[in-house]
């Protein structure tokens, strides 16, 4: 059922990202892969959306300061209550604009929830 692939968020890496190595905190890039799953999830079906899991995520390359970040998004599975999907990053370097660079992927399930915290049907 995997939908196209989209581009979803894209955000520039700034200082405050940095961990103690001087590249991307993984915690900020994971932030946004639950960010990017999220719209991706609300646009698939108008419901609060909360994140049940998130699966293999393995950083493949580093991102640094200045990159820009892109977080492309494909609905891949749909339950009744939850919605699983899939986070491509890219990073697109400071000094070679034009030139992306895989940086992690992810699979993230979201439930629909009522007001009371209920799992809701997608429908």
Do not use: C, W
Not at 16 to 36: C, K, M, P
Not at 91 to 117: M, N, Q, S, W
């Amino acid at each position: 059922m995997a939908d196209t692939r989209e581009p979803t968020l894209r955000v520039t890496m700034l200082p405050r990202d940095t961990n103690a190595h001087g590249t991307i905190f993984g915690g900020v890039i994971l932030s946004h892969i639950d960010l990017a799953g999220g719209v991706a999830a609300s646009r698939k079906a108008p419901r609060n959306f909360v994140t049940r899991a998130m699966r293999e995520v393995e950083f493949i390359a580093p991102v640094y300061v200045g990159d820009v970040v892109s977080f492309y998004t494909s609905i891949q599975r749909q339950g009744t209550t939850s919605l699983t999907v899939r986070v491509e990053v890219e990073a697109e370097r400071l000094d070679k604009p034009r030139h992306t660079v895989r940086v992690t992927a992810a699979e993230v399930v979201y439930v629909a929830i009522d007001e009371a915290g209920k799992p809701l049907s997608i429908g």
